[in-house]
């Protein structure tokens, strides 16, 4: 076994997986503000929208779930041999969906809308929107799900 529960190894990846959500869900707050200075022609603020949501946000998502599953894998208590935490359990199912969810529509909704965006089509403003809106509820709900783990 590599860690335990709360073994410094655990907290190490437990550490690099919040830090990593926070990387990914800081550009939905910034996208807003981002737009609208596109959207007033500012091309400085079109390659900081590309940058943060295309470059930082759908990287470390990507890579912060795939620690979650190391974390959920490494969630076996001192002296045991199953893990606390299973994708049997509701509340880690459901959180691994809207993982899925949001990478979708990062990858197929929010990426190619600034994209186009970028490049002009101001109709494309609408698909970012409703994008950061969706990363935001995501955001919400997996937090729920993460603090206090319903089911368990």
Partial sequence: MFAELGSTPYNIMLLFHVLLMVVAFAPAWLTPVLVRQVAGGDTAAADALEVSVLRYSVGALAVAGLLGFGLA??????????????????????????????????????????????????????????????SHLILVASLYLMIWKPGV
Avoid: C, H
């Fill in 73 to 134: 894998g490494l969630s076996k208590p001192a002296g045991s041999d199953e893990p606390l935490y299973s994708l049997s359990q509701t509340w880690l199912l459901v959180a691994v969906l809207l993982w899925l969810i949001l990478l979708a529509v990062n990858f197929f909704v929010t990426r190619p809308a600034i994209k186009a965006f970028r490049d002009g089509d101001a109709k494309a403003k609408g698909a970012i929107s409703a994008g950061t809106g969706v």
